[in-house]
Nanobody, 124 residues
Framework: QVQLVESGGGLVQPGGSLRLSCVAS????????MEWYRQGSGRDRDLVAS???????NYADSVKGRFTISRDNAKTTMYLQMNSLKPEDTDVYYC??????????????????WGQGTRVTVSS
């Protein structure tokens, strides 16, 4: 199994910045795509940004130019640098990842994992 743990959420004033982190652990073979989603009360979970194994990135139109997704060289920790935050960025942010992990007897098995979420509140 592969576990994902987010951190870095909190309360920030409009125009401020936060940096979210997502750390993957477990019997990881390789991680392909990692993603950040966000979800508000009563709404669907929306894709915010993604980063592929080749570091190709994609962003939702609503965050382009303000958010930056990245990950470390080991490709097991992902970040979301959020600048110029707006009240409408208030949500619970989730990370997700897919790839291969080692099952019993060391056999690689595809996985798709989610973190537990970290709350971001943008308010004065």
């Amino acid at each position: 199994q592969v576990q994902l743990v987010e951190s870095g959420g909190g309360l920030v004033q409009p125009g401020g910045s936060l940096r979210l982190s997502c750390v993957a652990s477990g019997s990881i073979g390789s991680i392909n795509r990692m993603e950040w989603y966000r979800q508000g009360s009563g709404r669907d979970r929306d894709l915010v940004a993604s980063i592929a194994r080749d570091d190709n990135t994609n962003y939702a139109d609503s965050v382009k130019g303000r958010f930056t997704i990245s990950r470390d060289n080991a490709k097991t920790t992902m970040y979301l640098q959020m600048n110029s935050l707006k009240p409408e960025d208030t949500d619970v942010y989730y990370c997700a990842a897919d790839g291969l992990h080692y099952g019993e007897l060391g056999v690689p098995i595809a996985f798709r994992s989610w973190g537990q979420g970290t709350r971001v509140t943008v308010s004065s």
